[in-house]
């Protein structure tokens, strides 16, 4: 079965600061990875995924995050944080082969992320 | 986006009772909804699955007696906590997908059982 690690737990950075949210892996196969943003009271949103192609994928707000398949990671970049971005970050996998076309995903243990003015 | 709408936000019930956990895709047909809980500080972990129409398939160590799912519309799946104990309280959270679309989020139901 597939995991989803998430290393930072909570990151403190400063308004401007560049942002690296880690997210790795275990799955041999192929794989769809996501990231997903949760602000406070809010529903689960889906900040980007990749499925194929670029391992670069640009999301929304100005995230991006890179594919590196032999590292089995899919780490979260911002070059500048704003305070808006203060929320909870989940990276998720789902394996559509494993999971014969159900979008079953299998999320890390999530970073907060608290931006300081 | 698609909207996935969770009905109540947080409920707190007496231990021994049942609750009712509704999710409604509410401007697409939700094929298949996914059932997820949250344990403080820890992920989401898939619960069960469900497509319109059949039976839920519940995850290893998920009690589908405890844990009832029904799907009976395109629109509409519920998730009964029966005879609910401290232990349930958790955050429930449904997706939902349509037959050619991404999964949507609810935004969750806060649980408490006291």
């Known amino acids: 079965a597939q995991s989803v690690s998430q290393h930072n737990h909570h990151v403190i950075l400063s308004e401007a600061a560049s942002l690296e949210l880690g997210c790795n892996y275990s799955y041999g196969g192929t794989v769809n990875l996501f990231w997903y943003v949760q602000y406070p009271g809010q529903h689960l949103q889906l900040l980007l995924k990749?499925?194929?192609?670029?391992?670069l994928v640009k999301g929304i707000k100005g995230f991006e995050a890179e594919f590196i398949k032999s590292k089995f990671s899919f780490n979260l970049r911002k070059p500048s944080v704003q305070w808006s971005d203060t929320a909870e970050y989940f990276c998720a996998v789902n394996a559509p082969k494993a999971n014969f076309g159900n979008e079953k995903l299998t999320f890390g243990t999530g970073t907060r992320l608290t931006i300081i003015p | 986006g698609a909207v996935v709408s969770q009905h109540p936000s947080w409920v707190i019930c007496k231990s021994g009772t049942s609750v009712k956990i509704e999710c409604r895709s509410l401007d697409f047909q939700a094929t298949t909804m996914f059932w997820y809980r949250q344990f403080p500080k820890q992920s989401l972990m898939l619960m069960a699955t469900s497509n319109e129409g059949s039976k839920a398939t519940y995850e290893q160590g998920v009690e589908k007696d405890k844990f009832l799912i029904n799907h009976a519309s395109l629109t509409l799946s519920t998730l009964t906590v029966t005879s609910a104990h401290p232990e349930d309280s958790s955050f429930y959270i449904c997706s939902a997908r349509g037959k050619y679309t991404e999964a949507f989020f609810g935004q969750g139901t806060r649980l408490t059982v006291v």
């Open positions: 990749y499925f194929s192609g670029d391992p």
